[in-house]
Antibody, heavy 128, light 110 residues
Framework: EVRLVESGGGFVQPGGSLRVSCAAS????????LTWVRQAPGKGLEFISY????????YYADSVKGRFTISRDNAKNSLYLQMNSLRGEDTAVYFC?????????????????????WGKGTTVTVFS | QSAPTQPASVSGSPGQSITISCSGT?????????VSWFQQEPGKAPKLILY???ARPSGISNRFSGSKSGNRASLTIAGLQTDDEADYYC??????????FGSGTKVTVL
């Protein structure tokens, strides 16, 4: 079974730091791009970060750029999000989600641009 | 980059069809045919129900269908059932590894 399991959420004061993790199983982790998506209480989904299979390509939403760092350890099948300088508006459930791995067809490679597997999320609360 | 606009709520009676719109820009919804839709029940993770505008993952009912024209995508739920009550989000791939989610629509079955 393909699974993603987040952990590491908790309570933190404004200006503080927290690292959340996402443990993967049931698929070839090193072949998939991964993302972090968050959802503030009562609000919609917000894409916040992307990392390529090798970790060589990374993107951030403007709302977290310069404060959050995404990383991965392919040997441990794990994805991370280091969150610094936390603000009240960072309070949310943080989900990790994967893009399906590329498919190979003769000489072509087909990439997928959707998020097919999600974890259940971990809650981060920033309070003063 | 603002979120594509969805109606805040849509309702229908069991057996009816409803359509949820997702209005974006040429930088998101209109950029590629990589629009997906998610169903989210309270307290749960989003569940993929459509991808690449019209494709359904394995196990998803053919009552769910999608379309796109220009900067606007749509999700249609045919034969509405009580367990279709949930929040629905469109999601557009915006290039360079980034995604933009719609504002979300609450579906109520009357």
């Amino acid at each position: 079974e393909v699974r993603l399991v987040e952990s590491g959420g908790g309570f933190v004061q404004p200006g503080g730091s927290l690292r959340v993790s996402c443990a993967a199983s049931g698929f070839t982790f090193k072949s998939s791009s991964l993302t972090w998506v968050r959802q503030a209480p009562g609000k919609g989904l917000e894409f916040i970060s992307y990392i390529s299979p090798s970790g060589g390509t990374i993107y951030y939403a403007d709302s977290v750029k310069g404060r959050f760092t995404i990383s991965r350890d392919n040997a441990k099948n794990s994805l991370y999000l280091q969150m610094n300088s936390l603000r009240g508006e960072d309070t949310a459930v943080y989900f990790c989600a994967r893009e399906p791995p590329p498919r190979y067809d003769w000489s072509d490679v087909h990439y997928s641009y959707y998020l097919d597997v999600w974890g259940k999320g971990t809650t981060v609360t920033v309070f003063s | 980059q603002s979120a594509p606009t969805q109606p805040a709520s849509v309702s229908g009676s069991p057996g009816q069809s409803i359509t949820i719109s997702c209005s974006g820009t040429s930088s998101d919804v209109g950029r590629y045919d990589y629009v997906s839709w998610f169903q989210q029940e309270p307290g749960k993770a989003p569940k993929l129900i459509l991808y690449d505008v019209t494709a359904r993952p394995s196990g998803i009912s053919n009552r769910f269908s999608g379309s796109k024209s220009g900067n606007r995508a749509s999700l249609t739920i045919a034969g509405l059932q009580t367990d279709d009550e949930a929040d629905y989000y469109c999601c557009a791939y915006a290039g360079s590894g980034t995604y933009v989610f719609g504002s979300g629509t609450k579906v109520t079955v009357l």
